[in-house]
């Protein structure tokens, strides 16, 4: 693709590496010979620029081509030579960020920038008068993401970010499942992501070390969406944090070797109480081995158990035990496990053509995400309970058995 002197002098610019792309883990990528069945025209196709092409980019690439509402026009990189690949592999056009940004044609920004970077690019994607959504996490902290939200509000623009794994087909079933008195009232819940780190098998893992990152930054989104979106906004939160281990070793390529400081808590164990008085227990951790097999997320109702499947995808199975029953059985899912990351884009162009429209990966709940998050080592330093102060609009749950490209029925 050929470049102006003025592009080529802009891209020379002096490097910032909190605008690389995020390099952070993808999972279910489906192949790009899929295509949705049904498609429903729209009137209008909301035009979508991307800045960060680092691996999580390709899943945006793919997920965005999913849905007729979207046109993902053109990526932005500082390293270059990564939007031009990006570029030519996906039709779109390769601008610095700077272009991108001032392109007019242009109305959503996906921001896929390195975690300490997200809440200053959304802010500058703000200010150039786009809608802005971002990878997880929407902030590093409560303050970041009020910023953001007031400057969103200023502008009379959205802002709101991943994850959308919620609006899978799993998690969907699940909340209906809920709503539809399936395990009765609920009383409690468990959630548990245990491993032993990424040093062993990304080829960049240094920054999930780092401020941002982390088992509570870095996977504590999905879990944490999927359980407010099932059982709404928590009260209050205790928890204990530690950094078992205060350096890690790469093993994996390309940086083999090489020590990493580990800047944050990587072990975190406490409790959620939610407004409606359910208790969860929550361990999300990078410092242990694999154990015996235990669920995701397990929701205990008056009338049964509900297993709800890794957050971290779109898909099911999700299982139930009622009362009296000697074992769990799968439950029919009635939504779409075919959704593609891209999914909570889409949900804000439906937004943007429809004002009144309910915007489910918004910043509300993202920014109540992230004050929870930053609870836990609260908690842990205090020896108290945090009193969670921000609130959301529980998002409605998708129409039923809609086809995989669309959003509304």
Known sequence: MSRSAGEANAASRQHDP??????????????????????????????????????????????????????????????FSRAQAKAASHGVRALTVDELLADPEIEIVINLTIPRAHASINERILRAGKHAYVEKPFALNLAEAKRVLALAKRKKLLVGGAPDTFLGGGIQTARQLLEDGAIGQPVAATAYCMGHGHESWHPAPEFYYQTGGGPMFDMGPYYLTALVNLLGPVRRVSGSAKTSFPTRTITSQPLAGQKIKVAVPTHYAGTLEFANGVIATLIMSFDVWPGAPMPRIELFGSEGTMLVPDPNTFTGPVQIRRAGENAFADAPLTHSEARLRGTGVADMAYSILRRRRNFRCNGELATHVVEIMAAFEKASKSGRYVTIATRFKQPKILPPQLPDNVLDA
């Not at 605008?19 to 010979?33: M, N, P, R």
């Not at 196709?45 to 800045?51: P, R």
């Not at 680092?54 to 993902?72: E, P, T």
């Open 18 to 79: 909190a605008l690389d792309g995020h390099t952070g883990s993808v999972s279910l990528i489906a192949s790009t010979a899929h295509r949705p069945t049904n498609p429903t025209p729209m009137p209008h196709q909301v035009k979508v620029g991307l800045i960060g092409c680092g691996n999580i980019s390709q899943a945006y690439f793919v997920g965005c081509k999913r849905y007729n509402i979207l046109d993902l026009v053109a990526c932005a990189d500082l390293e």
